[in-house]
């Protein structure tokens, strides 16, 4: 069993992190760090660290003498965010898919079964474990600037998952996509797996444009 410690900022950060994913804390007003901090139990100095945190992982941003938002959702991070998985992650899990071992496709069911567990019971942590699905199957690569890069894109992606699931319907088609997904990768099928990721961040991408456009109908 390993064991795994986190610092005070860690466990903060965590907590925090799920309620922005979750839409616990709205975009529109500044974060009240004496509120907040009274309400976690700690201290300022360890909630302002994990608030920095947050801003570098793109979730959050500062404004001067204002304090720290949630950052909104948006169609122009949609196109760039997912533009740029688009060119780097399919390839990324192809490769991966030629030297993953069993204990990397054991780790890469885990992965898909606690994500399927959550969709079920609870919705906060879809965008978290979808992430962890995902890198399952990038961190065989191990070139460590592109499973950086590739988790980077996927942290800022978390939300957007969040919202694409939003409509009926979407829970079944991700879950079957994922399979499939995980099926081509853990046969080695290099070439399969590419082009079935490729159209899985496509399709996301064109149902997210969808509903920003829908959305600014109604505005």
Request: proline share 3%; aromatic share 4%; net charge neutral.
């Amino acid at each position: 069993m390993t064991l795994v410690v986190q610092t005070l900022s860690e466990q903060i950060f965590s907590l925090v992190r799920d309620r922005i994913i979750s839409g616990k804390i709205p975009a529109d007003v500044a974060i009240r760090q004496d509120a907040l901090a009274a309400e976690l139990g700690v201290s300022k100095i360890p909630l302002r660290e994990a608030l920095a945190r947050l801003e570098q992982d793109g979730l959050l941003l500062s404004q001067a003498n204002r304090g720290f938002f949630v950052r909104p959702l948006n169609a122009t991070e949609v196109e760039e965010v997912y533009a740029l998985r688009l060119k780097i992650e399919p390839d990324a899990v192809a490769e991966a898919a030629k030297v993953a071992t069993d204990a990397d496709k054991r780790k890469a069911k885990a992965a898909l079964d606690a994500l399927d567990t959550a969709a079920n019971t609870d919705k906060t942590q879809v965008g978290r474990l979808n992430r962890a699905f995902h890198m399952s199957l990038v961190r065989p690569l191990n070139r460590q600037v592109t499973i950086q890069i590739v988790e980077r894109l996927n942290i800022i992606s978390e939300r957007y998952v969040g919202k694409h699931l939003e409509p009926a319907g979407r829970d079944d088609r991700a879950h079957n996509e994922h399979m499939a997904l995980l099926e081509l990768w853990s046969g080695g099928k290099a070439t399969e797996v590419a082009a079935l990721m490729h159209q899985h961040i496509a399709m996301t991408l064109e149902d997210l444009r969808k509903q920003f456009e829908t959305e600014k109908a109604h505005a």
